[in-house]
């Protein structure tokens, strides 16, 4: 299958969001790294363990997000990154979960298409491309994430909050 990245970004205003998953912390540096690549792990885990059956009343029991947040400063410093789903509220977070509140936030939305995880690495590229070759807009560094959707398997939106 050919991995197919829209060409332009989408600049949207999305409204908040409660996001409840699993944490996990840690650099752009070590997931470079095969040994101490964290990301990995926890998304095997959360697919073939179905980690995240606790969450309750997920707001869009097919939609699986990704956020990356709590950035010490920016793509080289520490940051988590939260496999969960979207609530209603985080009045009801199970043992072990985590969550995080997703301010309102303008966005730019870049759409990848193909095998995963390829094709989500090949959006991340994309992303850091774009950033470094425009003067325009500027990551926010606050919430960024991933939202995929078990009905297009194929297929991964890339949210980067910008200001």
């Known amino acids: 299958m050919t991995d197919v990245l829209k060409p332009e970004p989408r600049l949207v205003s999305l409204y908040g969001m409660y996001i409840v998953g699993f944490e996990v912390?840690?650099?752009?540096?070590?997931?470079?790294?095969?040994?101490?690549?964290?990301?990995?792990?926890?998304?095997?885990?959360i697919r073939e363990e179905n980690l995240l059956a606790p969450v309750m009343e997920p707001k869009q029991?097919?939609?699986?997000?990704?956020?990356?947040?709590?950035?010490?400063?920016?793509?080289k410093g520490p940051y988590s990154l939260i496999i969960g789903s979207e609530v209603e509220g985080l009045d009801r977070i199970p043992p072990g979960m985590v969550g995080i509140t997703v301010l309102a936030q303008e966005y730019l939305i870049f759409?990848?298409?193909?095998?995963?995880?390829?094709a989500v690495s090949e959006g991340w590229k994309e992303v850091w491309k774009y950033f470094s070759e425009?003067?325009?807009?500027?990551?926010?560094?606050?919430?960024?994430?991933?939202?995929?959707?078990?009905?297009?398997?194929?297929?991964?939106?890339?949210?980067?909050?910008?200001?």
């Open 111 to 118: 759409t990848a298409t193909g095998e995963m995880p390829a």
């Open 61 to 75: 029991p097919a939609i699986t997000l990704g956020a990356y947040t709590r950035y010490q400063s920016d793509d």
């Open 134 to 163: 425009t003067t325009v807009l500027k990551r926010a560094y606050t919430t960024d994430f991933e939202r995929y959707d078990s009905a297009r398997p194929a297929e991964v939106e890339i949210h980067i909050a910008v200001r």
């Open 25 to 45: 912390r840690t650099t752009n540096r070590d997931e470079m790294n095969a040994r101490t690549a964290r990301i990995p792990a926890l998304w095997q885990r």
